[in-house]
């Protein structure tokens, strides 16, 4: 069997809708896009952490994003296993290593070695050798259509993560949350942050935002689906709006 036949197996989503997300099995891979998936954590206060993967257009390599949970670490050991190639993990931002299932050198040996991606400013007691995410000229991101903006975050150690696939996705991380799938809106707001400064920081990064995306994908709550450019621009003017 094709390695695409298998991964094809994957329980696919017949509707792009938080409802089947929030249905779904925890730390099992969902289809929702064209090579595009979403891996649920286990629910806490703030709701389930999100994890994402996006397969090359050669179905074979796979880059992973903030997948580093407990709870996923059997469905990452199975596509190894199962032939797949993890080209990386990519961490979006600091308090995504605090659900960490182990040390890092332990991740990438169960991801088949993958190397891992984080900000240069994240704060990590371990001694593994994280690759700078925000490096310029990366041929690997490259071939996936990625682009990476640095963010300040809370206190920095921040990106956004920007697919130009499926006519655009970003993945925002910390840096917007979707609305708790319990709740009726389906709208996107900054984290609370704790200074001033990186408030405003946040505010006008988001500002000077460009880039066209169909999809958002963020680390806690509902994604957006099919999104057109009024959508697009009434998410950016939120996220940049400073309220005093």
Do not use: C
């Not at 891996?39 to 179905?59: E, S």
């Not at 880039?211 to 940049?240: C, H, M, T, V």
Request: proline letters at 4%; glycine letters at 8%; aromatic letters at 10%.
């Amino acid at each position: 069997m094709k390695i695409v036949d298998k991964i094809d197996k994957l329980e696919e989503l017949d509707s792009q809708t938080p409802e089947f997300i929030a249905q779904g099995e925890t730390g099992k891979f969902l289809k929702l896009i064209p090579d595009t998936f979403i891996i649920k954590g286990v629910t806490g206060k703030d709701g389930f952490n999100q994890g994402y993967a996006i397969r090359h257009l050669n179905q074979k390599d796979i880059i992973l994003i903030d997948v580093i949970e407990k709870a996923t670490k059997e469905a990452v050991k199975k596509w190894v296993a199962d032939g797949y190639n993890i080209k990386a993990i990519l961490i979006s931002n600091t308090s995504v290593f605090k659900n960490a299932y182990a040390d890092l050198k332990t991740i990438s040996k169960d991801a088949g070695g993958a190397p891992i991606y984080a900000h240069p400013m994240t704060t990590v007691k371990d001694d593994f050798n994280i690759k700078d995410i925000t490096a310029k000229k990366n041929e690997l991101f490259k071939s996936f259509g990625l682009t990476i903006y640095n963010l300040p975050g809370n206190g920095g150690g921040s990106v956004l993560i920007y697919s130009d696939i499926n006519e655009g996705m970003l993945f925002t991380g910390e840096d917007a949350l979707g609305s708790p799938y319990e709740s009726e809106l389906n709208e996107f707001t900054r984290p609370q942050m704790k200074s001033k400064n990186d408030e405003y920081g946040l505010a006008q990064s988001w500002s000077e935002f460009e880039q066209p995306f169909s999809y958002l994908f963020p680390l806690r709550g509902k994604p957006g689906f099919n999104l057109e450019e009024e959508d697009q621009s009434a998410i950016l003017n939120k996220l940049s709006r400073i309220q005093e």
